[in-house]
């Protein structure tokens, strides 16, 4: 059974860079999403079982990269340039059906409990 748990998060300065970290217990398509207050939760990007294909949502703009150490068992999501607007809970969705990378969040079966990323101005 695959569980999630993501740590990594907490309080920054905007211009920041900070790191999230998803332990996956077994291989698969790994997504990150984000809820910001107030808001519906929104894709932010996803990345292969293999790492060796992402997608990413048009905000991210370049400024987040997501990997992953299949070693480790780890996903990463990095995070730079944060501003106030990244302020969200962020979460880990993994899917062992799916065989392409997808935004839609009802195409991943398993998530995390999620960690909150707050950027000051």
């Known amino acids: 059974q695959v569980q999630l748990v993501e740590s990594g998060g907490g309080l920054v300065q905007a211009g920041d860079s900070l790191t999230l970290s998803c332990a996956v217990s077994g291989r698969a398509f790994s997504a990150w999403f984000r809820q910001p207050p107030g808001k519906e939760r929104e894709f932010v990007g996803a990345i292969t079982s293999s790492g060796d294909r992402t997608l990413y949502a048009d905000f991210v703009k370049g400024r987040f990269t997501i990997s992953r150490d299949n070693a480790k068992n780890v996903v990463f999501l990095q995070m730079k340039s944060l501003v106030a607007e990244d302020t969200a809970v962020y979460y880990c969705?993994?899917?062992?059906?799916?065989?392409?990378?997808?935004?839609?969040?009802?195409?991943?079966?398993?998530w995390g409990q999620g960690t909150q990323v707050t950027v000051s101005s």
């Open positions: 969705a993994t899917t062992r059906i799916a065989s392409y990378l997808s935004s839609d969040p009802a195409k991943y079966e398993i």
